[in-house]
């Protein structure tokens, strides 16, 4: 430790941002054409302008989905220390659920899921 | 199991009640004023609770801990919540989201509940996240007043940035001792550049959230735009939380550079002094000018922090109470014409003795309060933190916050002047006031009244916080 090891990170921090810009510059080969400017749609040349209104049924969908997608992954861990733990694990993940369920459930209520 | 019940209760006792509030809201459509009524009495039943049965301990690998002083702050925040509640009984009775904004404000004060029982900087920062989220969503609760969602982004974007400020520090923290844990971060502390470094950007986290100076630029855009309900939540209960933290930690965790920070602390204290109070006199929007006085507020709390000794972090608890007290007496009179008239500028206040005596007087000993006038509590809250600020003998800093006292009173008078000595053709007219807020009210003004004379309760918080 000391001024040292502050010093290096600093370094350390500069070089990776700065040098990762630097390598790219060099390693690209500059071709330029007007898709490249557009906005990215599957792949394929976009067929408006990217800047119109969209239904806000999509936001609250994916919303939705990245709340149970996220917590699902806290159900793997718990898979893997289930049988070590027993009932304690059971409770948790219950009350877990649960709590999880009662968001599904308010979303529900609210007519998040429904598709207007 | 029995252990964890009760000594989690505070925060167990949260998380039921905002489950029932989710499971009404769910269930059936209530009216608003039957829902407030019930909010209410589960707020004031978890007020009472919070006293009966407390134990000291700690749990998950000494993640979370508890000990007399933290439930006695849980208490505290647990009271201005209730007195907040009551006060905005009349902007909330016509609001269409009622339950939510109950069931967001809870959560903000179950990640405070949590956040002051961490004991590793991994725990204090989920309490912190759940303590900031919430309440930018509740800032965008007037859903009519663009200036309301313009107060909620710029309270979102800053609490990211200062956030991402914090996690550096804690990452560098755990990089140079190797564990996140209070304790162990305790034992191998040193003054070396690194560990300097990322205690600098842990003090600009803990700046952004209580507004110190260098890192107070949102402040008075937020607490203009947000509803004054979240406007007093966020200077009185969410202040007060992480002050409630931030000294345990700087008292304890980073005991060995105490020299360091005590060099910063004094800096930021002066500073942040000088320019809440400048800046406080400009101000003609009410809700402005109370983000400011805060400002000047906390700057006075952190002389007493710098003190570092068992007087500093009890005479902090106990301003923290009394201003919860004097501002929420200011804030629920302006709560109050706000939510009935529309009207918020310090200009309207003009003559407002005139047709609300009672509702004056009270704004008057709020402001009285604050200010620090002898009689009330504001002064023994002041004269404990400068007491204690005293005990490191840096006369310096006194002088400049003695100074700043008398700068304060200009500008705090200025507005009692305003509503009983200025006359106004249009005044805000005579109002009558609904039960709750008035209980409110009540309860603010004999907190301010008693809490600077009866001894015990100093002695009470002096008596826990031996421990430091």
């Known amino acids: 430790m000391g001024s040292a090891s502050l010093i290096a990170l600093t370094l350390a921090a500069v070089l990776f941002s700065a040098g990762g810009i630097l390598i790219a510059k060099l390693l690209v080969k500059g071709t330029v054409n007007p898709q490249k400017g557009q906005a990215y749609e599957c792949g394929i040349p976009t067929s408006s302008s990217p800047w119109n209104q969209f239904n806000i049924g999509y936001y609250l969908f994916a919303l939705i989905f990245l709340i149970f997608d996220v917590e699902l992954i806290f159900l793997y861990p718990w898979a893997v220390v289930v049988k070590k733990m027993g009932m304690v694990a059971l409770v948790e993940i219950v009350v877990f659920l649960f709590i999880l369920f009662m968001g599904f459930l308010y979303a529900h209520k609210k007519g998040a899921l429904k598709w207007m | ?468």
Not at chain 2, 199 to 216: D, E
Not at chain 2, 394 to 403: F, K, P, S, V
Not at chain 2, 427 to 432: A, G, R, T
């Open chain 2, 1 to 468: 199991m029995n252990d964890l019940l009760i000594i989690m209760k505070q925060e167990l006792l949260l998380t039921l009640i905002i489950f029932v509030l989710l499971t009404l809201k769910i269930a059936k459509d209530m009216d608003n004023g039957a829902f407030l009524n019930l909010v209410n009495l589960l707020l004031a039943i978890n007020f009472v609770v919070g006293f009966l049965g407390g134990m000291e301990g700690m749990l998950f690998n000494e993640m979370y801990h508890t000990n007399s002083l933290i439930i006695l702050e849980k208490n505290i925040l647990n009271l201005g919540t209730l007195i907040i509640s009551l006060q905005s009984w009349s902007w909330l009775k016509d609001h269409k989201h009622v339950a939510e904004f109950y069931i967001l404000l809870l959560c903000t004060l179950l990640g405070m509940f949590f956040m002051i029982s961490a004991g590793n900087l991994l725990m204090f920062y989920l309490g912190l996240e759940l303590s900031t989220i919430p309440l930018a969503a509740i800032a965008n609760f007037d859903l009519a007043k663009r200036k309301s969602s313009e107060a909620a982004m710029k309270l979102i974007i800053s609490s990211a940035f200062s956030s991402g400020l914090l996690l550096f520090g804690i990452s560098l923290v755990y990089g140079s001792t190797g564990t996140l844990g209070f304790a162990g971060i305790a034992a191998s502390y040193s003054a070396d550049p690194m560990q300097l470094f990322a205690f600098v950007l842990l003090l600009a986290g803990f700046g952004f959230k209580i507004s110190a100076v260098p890192f107070h630029l949102w402040t008075a855009d937020v607490y203009e735009g947000a509803p004054v309900a979240v406007t007093s939540y966020l200077s009185v209960i969410s202040k007060g939380a992480i002050l409630f933290v931030l000294v345990p930690v700087l008292y304890t965790v980073f005991k060995p550079i105490a020299e360091s920070w005590y060099n910063m602390l004094y800096l930021l204290s002066v500073v942040t002094i000088i320019v809440g109070n400048l800046f406080a006199i400009r101000q003609e929007n009410f809700k402005r000018f109370l983000a400011f006085s805060s400002i000047a507020q906390v700057g006075f709390i952190l002389v007493g922090i710098t003190g570092s000794s068992s007087a500093g972090s009890s005479a902090v608890v106990y301003f923290v109470l009394i201003y919860i007290f004097s501002n929420l007496a200011a804030f629920g009179v302006v709560s109050f014409v706000s939510a009935t008239t529309g009207r918020e500028g310090i200009s309207d206040y003009k003559g407002f003795y005139k047709t609300n005596p009672v509702l004056s007087w009270v704004l008057a000993i709020g402001l009285f309060s604050l200010a620090g006038v002898p009689p009330t509590a504001g002064f023994f809250g002041k004269f404990f933190l400068l007491l204690a600020g005293a005990g490191k003998g840096n006369y310096i800093l006194l002088t400049i916050a003695a100074l700043n006292m008398i700068i304060s009173l200009y500008y705090y008078l200025r507005i009692v002047k305003a509503i009983f000595m200025d006359s106004n053709d249009h005044p805000i007219e005579k109002l009558s006031v609904p039960v709750f807020p008035k209980l409110a009210l009540y309860l603010c003004m004999a907190g301010i009244v008693f809490t600077g004379f009866v001894r015990y309760v100093y002695d009470y918080i002096q008596s826990l916080s031996i421990g430091f």
